[in-house]
Antibody, heavy 122, light 109 residues
Framework: QITLKESGPTLVKPTQTLTLTCTFS??????????VSWIRQPPGKALEWVAL???????RYSPSLKNRLTITKDTSKNQVVLKMTNMDPVDSATYYC??????????????WGQGTLVTVSS | QTVVTQEPSLAVSPGGTVTLTCAST?????????PNWFQQKPGQAPRALIY???NKHSWTPARFSGSLLGGKAALTLSGVQPEDEAEYYC?????????FGGGTKLTVL
């Protein structure tokens, strides 16, 4: 079955760069219409959409975070990497990755990882 | 930047019907905003329920349905079960990116 799993540091210091990896199985990012997205959720708060990479390497970022984000994919490893620079305590959150399907007029995020909690503190 | 608004909280009795809504500051929500709905229970990852306004995933219970209602996206639960108590989030497509609503905490009394 389709699975996604997030990995990365649980603790980062302010101003550092966060690097998170989403490793997935049973689907391919080389398939037309497929993407992987990152979503985050601060403790006790709402979900926030962060970034999305498409099968054709098109990339989209949250306007409020765009200047700090880079999303890349390694199709051979079935991995998507998110880098976020200049981390701040307000970036402390559970970070999720999810599969995205684009099949006009149907667009959806169906399978999600379990999430990884990142705390920003000195 | 687009802000997506949901009712902060709603309550419903078991067996009852409740409708959650999702509004956008850019104007009426339409089918080309491709509304998605998710359910999240404490300590769990979100679970996808509805996509592109009305479509259900294979695992979505029949009592959940999506629609457009009065310029908003809507999620209706008919015949609510105790296990439906959760946070519900809508997600809208806007200008090439996606925006989540603030969530609705649904209490089953």
């Amino acid at each position: 079955q389709i699975t996604l799993k997030e990995s990365g540091p649980t603790l980062v210091k302010p101003t550092q760069t966060l690097t998170l990896t989403c490793t997935f199985s049973e689907f391919s990012l080389s398939t037309s219409g497929v993407g992987v997205s990152w979503i985050r959720q601060p403790p006790g708060k709402a979900l926030e959409w962060v970034a999305l990479i498409y099968w054709d390497d098109d990339k989209r970022y949250s306007p409020s975070l765009k200047n700090r984000l880079t999303i890349t994919k390694d199709t051979s490893k079935n991995q998507v990497v998110l880098k976020m620079t200049n981390m701040d305590p307000v970036d402390s959150a559970t970070y999720y990755c999810a599969r995205y399907i684009s099949n006009s007029p149907l667009y959806y995020f169906d399978y999600w990882g379990q999430g990884t909690l990142v705390t920003v503190s000195s | 930047q687009t802000v997506v608004t949901q009712e902060p909280s709603l309550a419903v009795s078991p067996g009852g019907t409740v409708t959650l809504t999702c509004a956008s500051t850019t104007g009426a929500v339409t089918s080309v905003d491709y509304p998605n709905w998710f359910q999240q229970k404490p300590g769990q990852a979100p679970r996808a329920l509805i996509y592109s306004t009305v479509n259900k995933h294979s695992w979505t219970p029949a009592r959940f349905s999506g629609s457009l209602l009065g310029g908003k996206a809507a999620l209706t639960l008919s015949g609510v079960q105790p296990e439906d108590e959760a946070e519900y989030y809508c997600l809208l497509y806007t200008g090439g990116t996606w925006v989540f609503g603030g969530g609705t905490k649904l209490t089953v009394l």
